[in-house]
């Protein structure tokens, strides 16, 4: 069947849709889910089928087709255009075999991920192979062929180096902002960190959003390797990046189910490091009520899980299982986590103390992978003769960003002060309260807002005493964050 394009100005945000008139539709006994191939020239492309019961939408003998249809196939509108049936993909059946519980080969699993990478799989079957994989946990050879082949249909960043260092944090914890710490103080010493990090989904800020409040985090692989090679680190965001491509459209279905298939975690996590190439690499794993892993014991198993995978893929794996109670230092959100780690990194007396600790202590870890001495003091010296510091202002100007100070950094300009209603001790602070209200108040697209917390648990405080502040660069956002604090249990005061 021939049909004429029309471009319905719409991206679907990854799967290849095009929208037929239900008369059409019919004529092929064509239903939504379906899928056809559409030729352009020598240019053909599987897509799946949606139908418009109205010719207002997609009139008869035209194809509506999403913005990533167009790319694909080079579309213009009234382009004509030639359809027909498409069987569904291979990986479909492998899906349905992991619904039903059983081990999936390295070949069936390969060509998931190709499916997945290249857009193949509508977001209901990608949702179901996440689901799958929940409720019918893969086991750990599954997972290293799952890790193999996000890697192997991705880009890897090749450095030509032995001892690549790389970090990550299970996260679920605000702030915790370790790696625009780690990273300066490991190059320093004279180590190759090239640190990919994401953008928050769920959280006030992540990695990325941070560093972007003082440096450009946007680059091609290409320029990632020679800003690596020439500063021995960098931090920048991982979606602008082709590292493992089917992680990223995997976290994209589990963060609205808030499901955390353990096996696709492990294999995320370790794609991404496998993908630059690391050799040395340091796991966080946070443990809290109220962060994402909740107990020692289900940490150790996980623990356990890296290591067995880092030895299969023979990397150096250490696992530091840490305390994820609550917030790691003052500031939640871009700006204030951003100007935590200027104070860090310029030793100001401004500087979280327990975001500090928690940097020396990992970095402390890594040089003892890499070098079996005395870690913590190796780390404590670099950071406290600002070499640490320099470096990370080295890093910044090779993203395209300049020295400032962390005074200079815009917050936002509307601010409310929580107070505590009577005098006792820190016993509990919300995690879930923090990251709420600091999202509420506008972070992390807004890089000034979000909340500054002056205790900590165990800290004494009185009463009328400061526990946070709220900044917003809305009004609207303010007023509303500050009826949320106003009316939840953020801190336990006993």
């Not at 196939?73 to 359809?83: E, F, P, R, W």
């Not at 996590?269 to 109220?290: F, N, Q, R, W, Y």
Request: proline content about 3%.
């Amino acid at each position: 069947m021939k049909l004429k394009v029309k471009d319905i100005d719409i991206s679907s945000g990854g799967p290849l849709i095009a929208v037929l008139n239900h008369k059409d539709a019919a004529m092929l006994d064509l239903h939504v889910m379906d899928r056809i191939k559409i030729k352009k020239g020598s240019k053909v492309e599987t897509v799946v089928v949606d139908i418009a019961q109205s010719k207002k939408i997609v009139p008869k003998g035209k194809i509506g087709v999403f913005e990533e249809v167009i790319g694909a196939l080079k579309l213009k509108n009234n382009d004509n255009v030639d359809i027909m049936i498409a069987r569904k993909p291979l990986s479909i059946d492998y899906i349905k075999k992991k619904l039903d519980g059983r081990k999936l080969t390295g070949k069936e699993i390969d060509q998931i991920v190709w499916d997945i990478v290249h857009n193949k799989l509508s977001a209901v079957e990608l949702t179901y192979f996440v689901a799958a994989c929940y409720t019918n946990v893969m086991t750990t050879e599954e997972t290293i062929m799952l890790t193999k082949a996000m890697v192997r249909h991705g880009e890897v960043l090749k450095l030509n180096r032995y001892r690549i260092i790389d970090k990550h944090s299970i996260g679920g914890i605000p702030g915790n902002r370790t790696t625009m710490a780690v990273v300066p103080i490991i190059a320093a010493a004279g180590y190759c960190i090239p640190k990919t990090s994401s953008r928050s989904i769920t959280s006030p800020a992540g990695t990325a959003d941070t560093m972007e409040v003082v440096a450009n985090v946007a680059f091609p692989i290409n320029k990632m390797k020679k800003i690596a090679l020439k500063t021995n680190g960098c931090i920048v965001w991982g979606g602008s990046l082709n590292l493992a491509p089917a992680d990223d459209k995997i976290i994209a279905v589990e963060r609205p189910l808030e499901i955390d298939a353990e096996s696709q975690l492990l294999a995320s996590i370790m794609a991404k490091k496998h993908s630059v190439s690391s050799t040395h690499v340091l796991i966080d794993i946070p443990v809290g009520k109220e962060s994402k892993v909740k107990n020692k014991a289900d940490a150790l198993k996980l623990k356990r899980e890296f290591e067995k995978i880092g030895k299969r893929l023979k990397k150096h794996i250490k696992v530091l299982i840490t305390d994820g109670s609550q917030p790691i230092g003052n500031g939640i959100g871009p700006a204030l986590e951003a100007r935590d780690i200027l104070w860090l990194l310029k030793r100001d007396s401004r500087r979280p103390v327990d975001l500090e600790r928690k940097c020396l202590m990992m970095c402390a870890s890594i040089f003892r992978m890499v070098e079996k001495k005395d870690g913590y003091r190796k780390a404590f010296g670099i950071l406290n003769s600002g070499k640490a510091y320099n470096k990370m202002i080295e890093i910044i100007k090779a993203q395209g960003g300049k020295e400032i100070s962390a005074e200079d950094i815009g917050i936002g300009k509307y601010s409310y002060d929580a107070l505590s209603t009577k005098s006792g001790r820190i016993a509990y602070i919300s995690n879930m309260l923090v990251s709420r209200i600091a999202r509420i108040a506008g972070a992390p697209s807004d890089k000034g807002a979000g909340i500054y917390i002056y205790k900590h648990i165990g800290d004494k405080v009185k009463r009328g005493e400061k526990l946070f502040t709220i900044y917003s660069e809305s009004k609207h956002e303010f007023e509303y964050a500050k009826d949320v604090a106003k009316s939840s249990r953020v801190f336990v005061i006993k």
